[in-house]
T-cell receptor, first 108, second 114 residues
Framework: QKEVEQNSGPLSVPEGAIASLNCTYS??????FFWYRQYSGKSPELIMS????GDKEDGRFTAQLNKASQYVSLLIRDSQPSDSATYLC????????FGAGTTVTVRA | DGGITQSPKYLFRKEGQNVTLSCEQN?????MYWYRQDPGQGLRLIYY???????QKGDIAEGYSVSREKKESFPLTVTSAQKNPTAFYLC?????????????FGPGTRLTVT
């Protein structure tokens, strides 16, 4: 089982600010990761996949993977109220192990 | 429109009854999964199947059963042996093979047992 821990929330940020979410993992063999977003009462949706060390940007989202330190992060720039959700990280594996998630609230 | 469907969206049952949750996908994915989510909690894996006619227990399989007779379908039965069945149930699917296992989720079924 690949253990995944996420920074405890909830995380409250003002509109327009940067939200920073972190995820650490125990399996050094994990090579790539997924970030999912889950709105309250809804199912998770895949928003980012990162396969190699470094940064990957997609619109206002940037995922960062640091294999040496065994952490992966997600930055949300120019946070909007629509970004208010729970964010889950999972290492790429046929049997995904999700972290408990970090709940983000963007204050208007 | 490709996707994963789960039905029904809400399901109510009396204690002691078995209930079957439906999950269908038309994404041509080989692998399918069932998760359970309790309020304020993360996702926990119940069962998964990587190919037709084969499935494996996840972390919390007790009180649940599945079948995988068709590639498109992976129904989950919540039996009366499941002590705490009220939860949000999520089905997911992914391609198999290669090195990526991006899972895509259905809309979920909210089961309430009283």
């Amino acid at each position: 089982q690949k253990e995944v821990e996420q920074n405890s929330g909830p995380l409250s940020v003002p509109e327009g600010a940067i939200a920073s979410l972190n995820c650490t993992y125990s399996d050094r063999g994990s090579q790539s990761f997924f970030w999912y977003r889950q709105y309250s009462g809804k199912s998770p949706e895949l928003i980012m996949s990162i396969y190699s060390n470094g940064d990957k940007e997609d619109g206002r989202f940037t995922a960062q993977l640091n294999k040496a330190s065994q952490y992966v992060s997600l930055l949300i720039r120019d946070s909007q109220p629509s970004d208010s959700a729970t964010y889950l990280c999972a290492p790429n594996d046929y049997k995904l192990s999700f972290g408990a998630g970090t709940t983000v609230t963007v204050r208007a | 429109d490709g996707g994963i469907t789960q039905s029904p969206k809400y399901l109510f049952r009396k204690e002691g009854q078995n209930v079957t949750l439906s999950c269908e996908q038309n994404l041509n994915h080989d692998a399918m999964y069932w998760y359970r989510q309790d309020p304020g909690q993360g996702l926990r894996l119940i069962y998964y199947s990587q190919i037709v006619n084969d499935f494996q227990k996840g972390d919390i399989a007790e009180g649940y059963s599945v079948s995988r007779e068709k590639k498109e379908s992976f129904p989950l039965t919540v039996t009366s042996a499941q002590k705490n069945p009220t939860a949000f149930y999520l089905c997911a699917s992914s391609t198999r093979g290669g090195s990526l296992y991006e899972q895509y989720f259905g809309p979920g079924t909210r089961l309430t047992v009283t």
